[in-house]
């Protein structure tokens, strides 16, 4: 075969060996189970039949964050901590503390509210006391201070009259069939 063009068309000679060289290893034989292998992981399935759940949870997540992150300051401010933080302040003081509505029956008994810049008395106003409160703390917030509260100033509802030293809550659910509208007025005899 003198004629015949060489298997190989590429016209520089190959590198030798230099005497003495170590022979390099021969190629690794692939494994026959490497094909089953390659089989078994592509027949596991890349996504399964909820994972749109997953993938849009996440999605969701990031577009929130991102919306977050690229809103104005007062607008972000005002939706993570003013809007929770007076959420958690209601519900807060809805569970440690009773509502009352206080009327004042006399007109001569209102509170003084002449030094108020830009409040006054207003009949019905709610009033947040603790579960221990007596009608004298109930008396002293109304007017503001225990000197402020006139002598012959009587709390009650429903006819009848609540002492001082009567807690305000059991007072209220024995004496005005759990309504907590409390009236104040001015005992004519103590007068």
């Known amino acids: 075969l ?4 060489s298997l190989r068309t590429s016209r520089t000679p190959l590198a030798k060996r230099p ?3 170590a ?3 021969p190629p690794a034989r692939p494994s026959p ?3 089953t292998k390659g089989m078994a992981a592509a027949a596991l399935p890349k996504r399964w039949a909820w994972s749109f759940i997953v ?3 996440k999605f969701r997540a990031g577009r929130l964050y991102e919306t977050f992150w690229n809103s104005q300051s007062n607008i972000k401010y005002t939706a993570v901590l003013l809007y ?3 959420l958690f302040y209601v519900r807060w003081r809805a569970e440690t503390q009773y509502k009352y509505n206080v009327f ?3 007109k001569c008994i209102q509170p003084d509210d002449s030094k108020n810049l830009f409040s006054s008395f207003k009949n019905g106003a709610a009033h947040y006391f603790p579960a221990m409160a007596t009608i004298k703390d109930l008396k002293e917030a109304v007017y503001d ?3 402020n509260v006139p002598k012959a100033v009587r709390a009650g509802c429903y006819g009848r009259m609540m002492e001082d030293s009567d807690n305000v809550a059991l007072a209220v659910r024995t004496f005005c069939k759990r309504d907590p509208r409390i009236v104040l007025w001015e005992e004519e005899v103590e007068k």
């Open 55 to 57: 993938e849009g949870l």
């Open 145 to 147: 201070g225990a000197e």
């Open 33 to 35: 189970f490497s094909a």
């Open 23 to 25: 022979r390099p290893p």
């Open 2 to 5: 003198k004629g015949s063009r």
């Open 84 to 86: 929770p933080g007076a």
């Open 104 to 106: 004042v029956a006399d």
């Open 19 to 21: 005497p003495g060289a």
